[in-house]
C-alpha cells in the first residue's frame, strides 16, 4: 500500500480514515503502538527470528531473508555451547559479523535485538561489554529475569559501560515461577538513571519450555497447561504499556499447528512470537495483523459511529452476517480503531464503506 491515506466514502462526503482513527492518549496506548516522529501508524514487530551466533552462515543469511523478520534476535544464550571457549568464540564471531557489515545492509537499529547470557553467569559481562559497542543494536533480549534486582542489575552496567546512543530497548524473559509471582513488579520497572542512559522495557517475553523445567508444568499441543501463564503475561503487560511476544512454536515443520498457535496466541492479546526457523516468519507476520474481515468490521464501525455522533448519538447497530444487529459503542470503537491502525502499519487495504455497507 503507498504512504497516502485509506478513506472511506460514505454518502455525505468523503472522510479521510487519519480523521475518525485517534490516537489513544494513555501512556500503555502510546508505547505498544509506537510511532516514528512523520508517521502515527505503529511499528509491528511481530516475529522475532533467532538467528545462533555460533554460525557464520546463518550470520550472513539473516541479512537476504526471503521474509524478513520485524526483529532478528543475534543469540549468544541458549543456542551456543555452553563452555567459556564456545561462548567466547560466538561473541566474537558476532563482534565480527557487526562490524564487518555495512551500515546499509544491516536492518535498521529497532529491528536487531541480541540475547545475552543471563547476569548469573560468567559470561554476561564480556557479552553485554561487547555488544554495546555498536549501535546498530537497538535490543538487549534479557534471560532469566526473574526480579527487578535483574533488570537494576543489567541498567547499572549499561551506566557504567557509557551507552552512547539512544535509549536500549529491553526485552525481559519470562522463565520461572518467581518471574510470573513478580510479573507486575518487573513490568512496572523504570531505570533509576532513565531510558537514555541505562535502558527502556519495552516486552515481556515467555519462554515456554524454561518455564516448563522451572515449574515441572507437562507440556501437551492443547497448550491449556499453559494458558494461565500466558494470560497473566499479556494482561500485565497490556496494563504497563509493554509488547508481549508469545513462546517459541517448537514443530517448526508443521506449518498448520504453527498456524493454529499463532492465532491462539494473538486471541489471547500477544503482540508477536518467537522464531527459531526463517520458515516460519511469513507465517507468523500474516497471523499478527487483522483478518479482512476484521478490518472490514472495523471499517464498517468507523462509518456507523461517525454517522451516530454526527447525530449526538453514541451508539448505533451495526448490521451482522446472520442478518441481526449488535449494539456497538465507545468500546468497540476503540478496537476498531486499533484494528484499522494496525492493518495500516501492515500494508493491508482498508475498505471503502458507504451508505449501502
Excluded at 322 to 343: H, T, V, Y
Aim: with cysteine; charged share 25%; aromatic share 6%.
Amino acid at each position: 500500500m503507498n504512504s497516502r491515506l485509506r478513506v472511506l466514502r460514505y454518502a455525505s462526503g468523503t472522510y479521510d480514515v487519519a480523521r475518525l482513527v485517534r490516537l489513544s492518549n494513555l501512556t500503555a496506548s502510546r508505547r505498544l503502538l509506537s510511532t516514528s516522529s512523520t508517521s502515527s501508524e505503529p511499528t509491528l514487530r511481530r516475529s522475532y527470528l533467532y538467528v545462533p551466533a555460533s554460525s557464520d552462515r546463518m550470520l550472513e543469511k539473516s541479512l537476504n531473508l526471503g521474509a524478513p523478520p520485524d526483529v532478528v534476535i543475534y543469540d549468544l544464550e541458549d543456542s551456543v555451547t555452553p563452555t567459556p571457549h564456545e561462548k567466547k568464540v560466538a561473541r566474537q564471531r558476532l563482534s565480527q559479523f557487526l562490524h564487518r557489515t555495512p551500515k546499509e545492509d544491516l536492518p535498521a537499529s529497532e529491528r536487531v535485538a541480541v540475547r545475552l547470557n543471563d547476569t548469573s553467569t560468567p559470561f554476561f559481562q564480556d557479552d553485554i561489554a561487547e555488544i554495546l559497542r555498536y549501535p546498530c543494536v537497538g535490543t538487549l533480549v534479557l534471560p532469566k529475569i526473574h526480579s527487578v534486582r535483574d533488570l537494576h542489575y543489567v541498567s547499572r552496567t549499561i551506566r557504567n559501560l557509557n551507552w552512547p546512543s539512544t535509549a536500549l530497548r529491553i526485552v525481559a524473559s519470562i522463565e520461572s515461577a518467581r518471574s510470573v509471582m513478580g510479573l507486575g513488579d518487573i513490568a512496572s520497572w523504570r531505570s533509576e538513571f532513565g531510558a537514555d542512559k541505562g535502558g527502556e522495557l519495552t516486552a515481556l517475553l515467555f519462554a515456554a519450555e524454561d518455564y516448563c523445567a522451572d515449574t515441572s508444568v507437562v507440556r501437551t499441543t492443547s497448550k491449556q497447561e499453559l494458558l494461565y501463564v500466558r494470560s497473566q503475561i499479556v494482561i500485565t503487560a497490556k496494563a504497563f504499556g509493554l509488547e508481549a511476544i508469545d513462546m517459541v512454536c517448537v514443530n517448526y515443520k508443521d506449518p498448520d499447528y504453527l498456524r493454529e498457535e499463532c492465532q491462539d496466541g494473538r486471541r489471547l492479546g500477544f503482540t508477536g512470537k518467537q522464531v527459531i526457523h526463517p520458515n516460519q516468519v511469513a507465517t507468523v507476520n500474516a497471523s499478527f495483523v487483522p483478518t479482512f474481515h476484521e478490518i472490514l468490521r472495523a471499517a464498517k464501525i468507523l462509518h456507523r459511529m461517525n454517522i451516530a455522533h454526527s447525530n449526538q448519538k453514541g451508539a448505533c447497530g451495526l448490521e451482522m452476517e446472520s442478518g441481526s444487529k449488535e449494539m456497538i459503542d465507545a468500546p468497540m470503537l476503540k478496537q476498531a480503531e486499533n484494528i484499522i491502525r494496525l492493518a495500516r502499519a501492515a500494508g493491508c487495504d482498508v475498505p471503502h464503506v458507504g451508505e449501502g455497507d
